[in-house]
C-alpha cells in the first residue's frame, strides 16, 4: 500500500506482511537525505523504514505500509518486543537530532502521513506515536530533543480522547448544567433522551472495543 504523494523508491530490506499495526515509529536519520537514501536501499546495510522525509518536505516511500520495514531494530514497549513486528517506521533527514531542529516542511508531512495511516490502521492512536529512542534496547537517541512533539501533535489536528470519551465528556457537560445528574427530567432533556444517548454511548464503546482502541 503507497502513501499518497509519496515518491516510491524500493528498499530490498523488508520482510512480506507483518503480526500487527499497533505503533508508529519517528526516527532522525544523522545524516543528509541523500547518504540516508542510499543507507535505507543498500542491501548490505540490513535496516529501512517505510518512509523518509527530507527538510524540504519530500517524501519517499521504501516500504509498501503492510510489509515489515527494518526500522526499529532491537526494541521493547510495554508487553510488545520487536517493535519491527507491529509498527510503521518514518525517518526524518536530521545531520544531529542534538543540535539540528527540524523544519516545518517535515512537521507538515510527517502529520499528513501520521493522519493517513491512522485512517488505514485505526488501531494506531495518538499515544502509541512513539519516538525511536523510546522504544530502542540499545540506547538510540533520535528523534532527539530538537524534535518539538507537542507542535508535531498539534499539527495531527487529532483528538487523543476516544471518540466514546469525547461523547461522554461533552453529554456529561451538557446534563451537569441540567438537573439530569440528580436524576430528574428537564423540559430540554427527556428521559427518552437520557436513554438514547446511553445507547449510542454503548455502541460507540463496543465499535471502538472492537477495533483495539478502547
Not at 24 to 53: M, Q, Y
Amino acid at each position: 500500500m503507497r502513501l499518497t504523494d509519496a515518491e516510491f523508491i524500493p528498499s530490498p530490506n523488508y520482510n512480506k506482511g507483518r503480526k500487527g499495526t499497533i505503533f508508529l515509529i519517528i526516527h532522525g536519520t544523522g545524516s543528509s537525505f541523500n547518504s540516508a537514501l542510499s543507507w535505507l536501499t543498500n542491501p548490505a546495510s540490513e535496516v529501512s523504514a517505510h518512509g523518509l522525509i527530507a527538510k524540504t518536505g519530500r517524501l519517499i516511500q521504501l516500504v509498501e505500509l503492510e510489509n515489515r520495514a527494518w526500522h526499529a531494530g532491537k526494541s521493547k514497549w510495554g508487553n510488545y518486543t520487536d517493535l519491527n513486528d507491529f509498527s510503521i517506521g518514518i525517518e526524518l533527514e536530521n545531520l544531529d537530532n542534538k543540535k539540528d531542529p527540524y523544519s516545518e516542511a517535515q512537521y507538515s508531512v510527517l502529520a499528513k502521513v501520521v493522519k493517513e495511516c491512522i485512517q488505514i490502521y485505526p488501531s494506531i492512536t495518538v499515544a502509541n506515536i512513539l519516538g525511536h529512542s523510546q522504544v530502542s534496547l540499545s540506547g538510540k537517541p533520535d528523534p532527539g530533543p530538537m524534535f518539538a512533539w507537542d507542535h508535531f501533535k498539534a499539527q495531527l489536528s487529532i483528538n487523543s480522547k476516544p471518540e466514546w470519551k469525547i461523547e461522554m465528556d461533552k453529554n456529561w457537560e451538557f446534563a451537569r448544567n441540567t438537573e439530569l445528574i440528580k436524576g430528574e427530567a428537564t423540559d430540554t432533556i427527556t428521559k427518552y433522551e437520557e436513554a438514547t444517548f446511553l445507547a449510542r454511548l454503548y455502541n460507540l464503546i463496543k465499535k471502538q472495543h472492537a477495533e483495539g482502541i478502547f
